[in-house]
């Protein structure tokens, strides 16, 4: 089966900086997603990783090594708005994404 | 933000009778994905569609049913509904991705919350 792990929750305080790991271990690799979901609501796109390395996205960035199987989202300058839960999800095939059970964020003052 | 509206957004029905989830997108993407997400679970695919008429299964098909008649409307189908199947449901579409690939990052509806009593 298909395998995709993260932490269940995390706490972290605003201004700083916080790190959600995501380690996987699928049958294939087409790319690596990241979503942010507040409660109640649906997930938003966040960031794309396919090839190794650092994407940046303002506040967000998000890292990728296939060869090991892990890719992080790092949250800077955290904001109380950013607490949501993070999910990490592999494209395996063409199409459809496998999402881990996700990272409950709590951002505290 | 994608076009993209699911109707109901909440319904409650009783154990043994059909239901129909509708997802209507106005952005013309080519592929529609239903998926359910449930506590301890996250987000689990049930069918997805490749184009109109074209579906496949993913990892929870049993018990639904979809159809695709049109490309902006992509039908889940609960034939006969189990307490099992009280979840929230999200449709999501996906085009042409930033990195070029022709099925990229997905845009999800707003849900919808079932609950088979």
């Known amino acids: 089966g298909q395998n995709i792990d993260q932490p269940t929750e995390m706490t972290a305080t605003e201004g700083a900086i916080v790190q959600i790991n995501c380690t996987y271990q699928?049958?294939?690799?087409?790319?690596l997603f990241w979503y942010q979901q507040h409660a109640g609501e649906a997930p938003t796109f966040l960031s794309y990783?396919?090839?190794?390395g650092l994407e940046e996205k303002g506040r967000f960035s998000s890292f990728l090594s296939r060869s090991k199987g892990y890719s992080y989202l790092l949250l800077k300058e955290l904001q109380m708005k950013d607490s949501a839960s993070y999910l990490c999800?592999?494209?395996?095939?063409?199409?459809?994404?496998?999402f881990g059970k996700g990272t409950s964020l709590l951002v505290t003052p | 933000d994608a076009g993209i509206t699911q109707s109901p957004r909440h319904k409650v029905t009783e154990t043994g009778t059909p239901v129909t989830l509708r997802c209507h997108q106005t952005?013309?993407?080519?592929?529609m994905y239903w998926y359910r997400q449930d506590p301890g679970h996250g987000l689990r695919l049930i069918h997805y569609?490749?184009?109109?008429?074209?579906?496949d299964k993913g990892e929870v098909s049993d018990g639904y049913s979809v159809s695709r008649s049109k490309t902006e409307d992509f039908l889940l189908t609960l034939e006969s509904a189990t307490s099992s199947q009280t979840s929230v449901y999200f449709c999501?579409?996906?085009?042409?991705?930033?990195?070029?690939?022709?099925?990229?990052?997905?845009?999800f509806g707003p849900g919808t919350r079932l609950t088979v009593t």
């Open positions: 999501a579409i996906s085009g042409r991705g930033t990195s070029g690939d022709a099925a990229g990052e997905q845009y």
């Open positions: 699928t049958s294939g690799f087409n790319g």
């Open positions: 990783n396919v090839l190794d």
């Open positions: 999800a592999v494209k395996i095939s063409g199409y459809a994404l496998n």
């Open positions: 952005e013309n993407h080519r592929y």
């Open positions: 569609s490749y184009g109109v008429k074209d579906t």
